[in-house]
């Protein structure tokens, strides 16, 4: 309520002063496509709108779909979802000193949370500062996860169910990029807040890291005062691609309370890999895996996993590339992920047996970017869902229509 009320109010503020601007003052900035970008150069390679000479820029971008599954014959009807609306504020403070803040307002304003609110402090090429709200590095959707970038409707199921997408914290870091030839060479280390025991305490019955966003104190305090540690380096090659490292760990559990020791730390380690990549054909090529090992107690049932795994494969193929009802450069795209996700990695002391709990599944579709800011796309969704036991999967099958841009 209070964001809404200061966003009303910056905007009520500046319509005197737009009312009397000319609209050439008005200016778009595009987005950079002259260097060899990296998933981490995404916070700030977005569509801005600035005014004449004042130091503040604007920007954003909105998700709304419409979606009909079912799961094993059993649906809901068609479904309506104004997913996300994200606004993007931008300032340079000086030369070498930037500010960016992203306000996600979900389903509506069912959900409105700062996911990224840092100023940057920039000493060399491979040495800048970050502090604020930062988006913790691990893997490359974390980083680079606005809807109008994506062929898809949903997200990555590995990136929202196994890790939790737009994952944030407040902290501290260091990153910096050098360029060679051909070559981009990046690094990013923060040190922020982190989880909490929601991972094996929460509505799921399982254990899902997921479940700590829940917690909006870490915004304000460390649930146990011991830093999470994020990093990752990446590397990117004009004709090969990119391909990105990161690791993000820490103490989840609480072990302590006025001097009081309540148990022993109890970590978690998270590991990730991506590659992204553009074939000769032009067919490019999007995939990312995640594998965490969590000390689950050994008090907690075998349905909480120490050891999950997963991630998603994006094959994109451009199928035309030409001016489609008056608009020039739109492109045509065939579409399709393949996804797998498992959250417990083991077998069951008693018989030997796998334990399960885990889902694939397949998303063919046609995208159309009508701009390079828009994308309107239709997708047909395929899962296979599994038990712990590993009971026949349930299947969940439909079809999704929606948008998402840039404004």
């Known amino acids: 309520m209070k964001i809404s009320l200061l966003i009303g109010a910056a905007l009520v503020m500046c319509l005197p002063v737009t009312a009397q601007v000319d609209s050439t003052l008005f200016k778009r900035t595009q987005q950079d496509t002259s260097k060899l970008l990296l998933n981490m150069d995404a916070v700030y390679n977005r569509p801005f709108l600035s005014v004449s000479k004042l130091p503040v820029a604007v920007g954003g971008y909105v998700e709304a779909n419409w979606q009909h599954l079912g799961t094993d014959g059993v649906s809901e009807g068609h479904q309506f979802q104004m997913r996300r609306l994200t606004l993007f504020i931008a300032s340079s403070i000086s030369r070498r000193i930037k500010f960016l803040s992203e306000i996600e307002f979900e389903d509506g304003t069912k959900e409105i949370n700062i996911e990224f609110a840092s100023v940057d402090f920039e000493f060399h090429p491979m040495l800048n500062f970050r502090g604020g709200i930062v988006m913790n590095p691990i893997g490359a959707f974390n980083q680079n996860h606005d809807g109008p970038k994506w062929e898809f409707i949903d997200r990555p199921i590995s990136a929202t169910q196994l890790l939790p997408a737009t994952w944030s914290n407040v902290g501290f870091g260091l990153y910096g990029k050098l360029y060679k030839d051909n070559w981009v060479y990046a690094y990013e280390t923060y040190l922020t807040n982190g989880f909490d025991d929601q991972i094996v305490s929460n509505s799921e019955n399982k254990t899902f890291l997921p479940a700590s966003k829940l917690n909006k104190d870490r915004f304000e305090e460390s649930f146990n005062g011991v830093p999470l540690l994020t990093a990752k380096v990446a590397i990117r090659n004009k004709k090969i691609g990119e391909l990105g490292l990161s690791y993000m760990g820490g103490v989840y559990n609480k072990f302590q309370e006025d001097g009081l020791v309540l148990d022993e730390k109890r970590r978690h380690h998270t590991w990730a890999i991506d590659f992204n990549t553009v074939l000769p054909t032009g067919t490019y090529l999007n995939t990312e895996w995640t594998y965490i090992l969590v000390d689950v107690p050994y008090t907690y049932s075998q349905q909480y996993g120490d050891k999950q795994w997963g991630g998603f494969l994006d094959v994109v193929q451009p199928l035309w590339r030409k001016s489609m009802f008056g608009f020039e450069r739109s492109v045509v795209n065939a579409v399709c992920r393949f996804e797998y996700v498992d959250w417990n990695t083991g077998e069951f002391f008693e018989t030997g047996d796998n334990i399960r709990e885990d889902i ?30 590993g009971n026949p999967p349930s299947k969940t099958a439909g079809f999704q229509f929606g948008f998402s841009s840039y404004f």
């Open 360 to 389: 694939i599944s397949i998303v063919p579709g046609i995208s159309w970017h009508p701009t390079s800011q828009t994308v309107i796309r239709i997708n047909y969704r395929y899962n296979w869902q599994t038990d712990l036991l």
